[in-house]
T-cell receptor, first 111, second 116 residues
């Protein structure tokens, strides 16, 4: 069974620090990787996606992918209290099939 | 980014009645949509995969006769909770697969269902 694992947290970081969120996946056929943010009582919203090994930066967010290690991470620089949310990692194959979400990591940014 | 609209955002219904939730992809065609349920402080739980023009695929343990899914067009999928029970009270979220955007999944705003 295809699985995506994340540490449930909570991960607590002080305001202004770098938050590092990690995700591992079991299906080597996964080709597309996504990070979503979900605030309490709201639906998930897409932060960014990554397809290729290496880093992809978008503002304060950097996604890192290592397919050999089956590992995806999300770095949040200059963390703000408004970043406090649950972060979901997701993987799929090239055709958008087998889309699997991780359980999410709860991040708390302390002012 | 792509927009997925879900309606209604909030609904209260009496036990035994049915309630329909709509999920629309506003600026792209979605051959595949997904329905999730989420209880407070718990993870998303995939209920079913809705494919345009064919029957939905339900996850194990999800009653297909209770949670009716219809995906009659490339931009609309509906979830009908039949004979609603207080235990069905939950946050229901739909998502849609945008093939024009690398098969990225976009979520609707979610619908809070309270059965009294």
């Amino acid at each position: 069974q295809k699985e995506v694992e994340q540490n449930s947290g909570p991960l607590s970081v002080p305001e202004g620090a770098i938050a590092s969120l990690n995700c591992t996946y079991s299906d080597r056929g996964s080709q597309s990787f996504f990070w979503y943010r979900q605030y309490s009582g709201k639906s998930p919203e897409l932060i960014m996606f990554i397809y290729s090994n290496g880093d992809k930066e978008d503002g304060r967010f950097t996604a890192q992918l290592n397919k050999a290690s089956q590992y995806v991470s999300l770095l949040i620089r200059d963390s703000q209290p408004s970043d406090s949310a649950t972060y979901l990692c997701a993987c799929s194959d090239n055709y958008g099939q087998n889309f699997v979400f991780g359980p999410g990591t709860r991040l708390s940014v302390l002012p | 980014g792509a927009v997925v609209s879900q309606h209604p955002s909030w609904v209260i219904c009496k036990s035994g009645t049915s309630v329909k939730i709509e999920c629309r992809s506003l600026d792209f065609q979605a051959t595949t949509m997904f329905w999730y349920r989420q209880f407070p402080k718990q993870s998303l739980m995939l209920m079913a995969t809705s494919n345009e023009g064919s029957k939905a695929t339900y996850e194990q343990g999800v009653e297909k006769d209770k949670f009716l899914i219809n995906h009659a067009s490339l931009t609309l999928s509906t979830l009908t909770v039949t004979s609603a029970h207080p235990e069905d009270s939950s946050f229901y979220i739909c998502s849609a697969n945008n093939r024009d955007s690398g098969n990225t999944i976009y979520f609707g705003e979610g619908s809070w269902l309270t059965v009294v």
